[in-house]
Structure formats: structure tokens, C-alpha cells
């Protein structure tokens, strides 16, 4: 069997990449290509790359049922840097006795010599590469003598590239470009709904300001505005409860970020990250969107601070043993200037009385408002109603009923 192995960051995949491992698998009759995200840039790190599981997600889309094609996510399994020699060795160990064959971009021949491993590199696979323009062939072709001497076997095939880079693809993304007929159109599609690249880079350090724009563009202008009034409430409360006040205006401005995005995106971002879904879950949308927002900014974002991801997260169930940053996105949420429903007044006096009588008003009102739906309910909203009651909270179900008759 015949192997193309075919490695990179594909961040994100494109015909480019497609069209060089098509051609290559033509010519030397391979029986497959494998591609093979890398969970870290190896050579070329740029401050904003999608993570892992989305690469690797984006290459399935990007082959669908090619059979030429297998994604392989041995890499992104090992984290952290990959020796490419170790990859080979692994790819052997799933396809014992299979010829392999390195499939690189000219970039990266020209500098295989250096590799950790060269030499077990040259054992283990040929070296494959394609020149980028009219003079790179005679550079391929005398680098390839060099590492012919030390041992390799090596393949310059003259394939008309693509004039398509990933970096090209992100300057459109960013500059608000199409990338049609650059990228498979599933692959613009997931790109587009995820609102891949479309933030500078940043890294995790983003401001509040690009965190702003961000859901501007995700939003619809109505829950724009209710997010950035719940981020002005968030800020109030956080003082009052105890929570560091920044943050919690950080984690308003986020906490609706999936809300808009549809129940199939939500879903899709959940299921990507690897989450399963309970039956309680499964059956209950509205706290889906909190879920998926809580993936969004760890991942997407690069949101480390785990109690902002998690005031993310349970701002729609709530739970037992919530921190202040937590209520205070909960209550925020419920109390933000925008908020009109019945109680919404009750509600923003309580808020400022304290945690407790706040936390039974709005859980009793969630519970309430569930069992009118005969909807299920989660589990973490009666653990979070227990504590509350438990603990001698005043000012919750009785008033919530009057209001509600009001
Ligand atoms: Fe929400
Ligand atoms: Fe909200």
C-alpha cells in the first residue's frame, strides 16, 4: 500500500493543499493520503490560529467522501509538538508495511535537512515536495541531491500550484473578502459560522472593546444591546457581590456570544469539543446557546479564565456552589436596563438587597416559567433553588406569584 502523508495546520485547509496531495496520490499512485493536522504550528505561529479540534474538523468537511482521503488526528491526540518522525513511526504502526510518502510544501523541503530525525524521516518515508514558482525547481531539485546523499529518497514533481495560502485566506477573512472557490464551500460555510478569523489576532489578550465587535457581528442589534446593558448591570453587581467587576463586564458582553447563532450551530460546537449532551439537556434548547458560548470563548476566543467561561456557562441553568463572578452574571442577566418582564422591577430591587433573595426570585421564575412550558428542568437550577431555599433566602416564590398575577 502506498501512503501520502500529508501534514500541517491547515488553518484552514484549502484547494490549494487539496489539489497538491490530488496530484501527488495521480502521479505516484498512492492508494491514499492522509492528512494530519499538527496540534502546534510547528514553523510558522501566528498570534491567532483556530484551535485543534476545529482544524481537524474543517479537513474532514474539506475531503467529505473523497475515499483517496483520511484525516487523522494522531498529532492533535499527542498535544503539544510533534517530531514528524514519531508521526511516520505511528502511521506505520496503523498501516504495517506500507510505502510512505511525505507530501511537503516547497517551504518546508527546503529545510527537511534540519528536522529532528532527519535521518529516520529519510528511512521511514520518500520526500515529496512541489516547487512554488518557475525558480524554486532548481533549488528543489539540488536540495533534494543533498539530502539524497545523506540517505533520503526524494520526489520534486513539477504540479502547477495553486497561488491559494492560508495566510491569504485569513488577510480576506479579516479584510471581510470572500474566499469562495479558495476553500471548499463547506469549509466556508463552517468558517463563516463559527466566525472563524475574523478578529485580529490576539491571542487571549483581547480587549473589551474588540470583545465588543466581536458580538456586534454575531448578534442581532436587539441582543447586542441587551448584552451590553447586562455587561453595565454585571460591572454594578460585582461590586455588591463581591466579584471583580472588569471581569464580569467581560463575561456580559460574552455570555449571549452563541445566542444567535442557531440551534444547529450551537449544537454542532457542542458535539465538535467532544460534550455530550444528557437527555435533560438534549431536551432543553434554551440552555444550549450558554453551553455552546461557554466552548466559543475557551476555545475560539482563547478564554483561559475558567470562572468567566463557567459564569458563561451556567448563566441560563445556574448550579449549586456558584462564585460571585457567577451570580453575578446570572442576576445581571435578569436586571440588565433592557429587561421588561413582569417582576423585572421586583426583581433589580432584590438584586440590589442581595445574593440570596435575588437568587430565589429569578430561580423560582425560571422554575415556574418551565413548569407552565412542561418543559424539563435541569438539574443544576433545583440544586441551585435548594441552596438558596436552604439557606433562608427571603423575598422569593411568594413574591414571584404575585408578580406574575399582577
Ligand atoms: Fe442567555
Ligand atoms: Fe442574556
Redesign the pocket.
Known sequence: MKIGVFGGAFDPIHNGHLHLAREFARRLSLDKVLLIPTSLPPHKPHAYMAPPQLRLMMCRLAVGEDGLFEVSDIEIRREGASFTADTLNEVLKIYPGAKLFLITGADMFLTLGTWNRFEEIARLATLCAAPRGDGDSQRLKSYAKTLEQRGAKCVIEDIPLMDVSSTAIREKILAGESIDRLVPAPIEEYIKKFGLYKTAPGGPGYSDSQFIEIIRGRLSPK?FK??LA?AEQAKRLATLYGADPKKAYTAGIL??IM?DAGAEAQLQIIGDFGIILDNVEKNLPGCWHAIAGAVFIEHILGITDRDLINAVRY??TGRAGMSPLEVTIYLA?FT?ADRDFPGADEMRRLAETGIRPAMKYGLSFVLRELIDKSSVIHPDSIHAYNETVLAGGEGGAENAEEQKKN
Open positions: 441582543r441587551h448584552s447586562v455570555h449571549d445566542k448563566h441560563t442577566d440588565s
